[in-house]
C-alpha cells in the first residue's frame, strides 16, 4: 500500500501548494486585475488615481509625510518599478527615481515634465519643477496621464478620458477660486520658504520671494535670510509662509526679523495628519484662505 500513500501524499502537497497560491493572490485582491502603476510623489499619485479610478493600483515612491526632492529608493522600490506597466515621474526632480526608471526600462516611464510645460528657472537656474500648483498645468498632466493610460490598458480608454475630463473640470473651478480669490489683494508679494509657488503666483499675479532655493532642506545663507528680511521690511510684507513638511524655523527667523507673522502654505509635495486637507482639492483651498488672509485681500 506503499505507493497509492505516497502519491496521495504527493498530490496533497500540491494541493496545499496551490490552496497557498491562491491565498497569495487573494491577498492582493485590491489590485488583482489592476493596472500597477507606479507614482513618483503624491502629485503624480494623486492625479494617477484620479484618472485611473478603480482601473489601476497606484504605489507611491514618496512615503507619506516624507520630503520628495531628496528620495532615495530601497531595493523593494526599484523592484515594485520594475514590476509596473506604467511609472508616471517627473523627470530632474527626484535623481534616484530617474535613475530607477532608466535602469528598469525607460519605455514603461511617462515623464511629465513636457506636458507641465515647465518655463520657469529656479534662483540656482535650475527648471522650476512646481508645476501642480498651477491648476492648469496640473490638469495638462492629468491629459497626458490619461493617454499613456490609454495605450497600457486600450480597453478602458473611454474611462481614462472621461475621468481626465472631470479632474480638468474640477481644476478649472479651483483656479477661478483663486483668480476671484486674489483679484483684490493689497500685497502682491508672498515671501514662502522654499521656491515652490513660482507657477501659482505666476498664473495668479503674484510674486514669490523664496527664502530658500529648490530643496526646503536646502540651508540658506545668513545673507539671504538677511535680504530677504530687509525687502520684507521695505515691501509692506506682514506674512511669511512656512510650510508642513519641514521645519518653520528658517520662515520664522525672517518673520522675527521683519516683524511679520507665520502662516502655512502648502507646497503639496507629500500629504500628512498635519495637512490641512484631505486630498490636493482641500489643501489648495485652504492654501487660498491663507493667501487671501495674508496678502489682505478682500
Ligand atoms: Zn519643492
Request: aromatic content about 6%.
Amino acid at each position: 500500500m506503499n505507493p497509492p500513500r505516497t502519491l496521495l501524499g504527493t498530490s496533497l502537497l500540491i494541493a496545499a501548494l496551490a490552496v497557498a497560491g491562491c491565498g497569495q493572490s487573494a491577498q492582493s485582491s485590491d489590485s488583482a486585475g489592476k493596472v500597477p502603476v507606479v507614482a513618483s510623489f503624491y502629485p503624480l499619485q494623486f492625479a494617477t488615481q484620479q484618472i485611473g479610478g478603480s482601473h489601476v493600483a497606484v504605489t507611491s515612491l514618496t512615503k507619506p509625510g516624507a520630503e520628495p526632492h531628496d528620495v532615495e529608493l530601497t531595493p523593494q522600490d526599484v523592484g515594485t518599478v520594475s514590476k509596473a506597466r506604467l511609472v508616471v515621474f517627473e523627470k530632474g526632480l527626484q535623481g534616484a527615481v530617474d535613475s530607477a526608471v532608466e535602469s528598469q526600462g525607460g519605455d514603461r516611464g511617462l515623464d511629465v515634465a513636457p506636458a507641465a510645460k515647465l518655463d520657469l528657472k529656479l534662483a540656482s537656474g535650475t527648471t522650476d519643477p512646481h508645476f501642480w500648483l498651477d491648476p492648469q498645468r496640473y490638469a495638462a498632466v492629468g491629459q497626458a496621464i490619461a493617454a499613456r493610460l490609454s495605450s497600457v490598458d486600450p480597453a478602458n480608454k473611454a474611462e481614462y478620458e472621461k475621468n481626465a475630463a472631470a479632474f480638468e473640470d474640477r481644476l478649472s473651478a479651483l483656479s477661478q477660486e483663486f483668480t476671484t480669490g486674489l483679484a483684490t489683494c493689497k500685497r502682491k508679494d508672498i515671501v514662502t520658504s522654499h521656491s515652490a509657488f513660482s507657477y501659482l503666483a505666476r498664473r495668479f499675479g503674484m510674486k514669490q520671494i523664496a527664502i530658500n532655493g529648490i530643496s526646503p532642506e536646502q540651508e540658506p545663507q545668513a545673507a539671504a535670510l538677511a535680504t530677504v528680511s530687509r525687502y520684507a521690511r521695505a515691501n509692506g510684507v506682514t506674512t511669511i509662509y512656512a510650510e508642513t513638511l519641514v521645519s518653520p524655523a528658517i520662515a520664522r527667523t525672517v518673520a522675527n526679523e521683519s516683524g511679520a507673522t507665520l502662516a502655512t502654505l502648502d507646497p503639496i509635495e507629500g500629504l500628512t495628519k498635519a495637512s490641512a486637507g484631505k486630498d490636493y482639492f482641500e489643501v489648495m483651498r485652504s492654501n487660498l484662505k491663507a493667501l487671501r488672509a495674508g496678502q489682505g485681500c478682500s
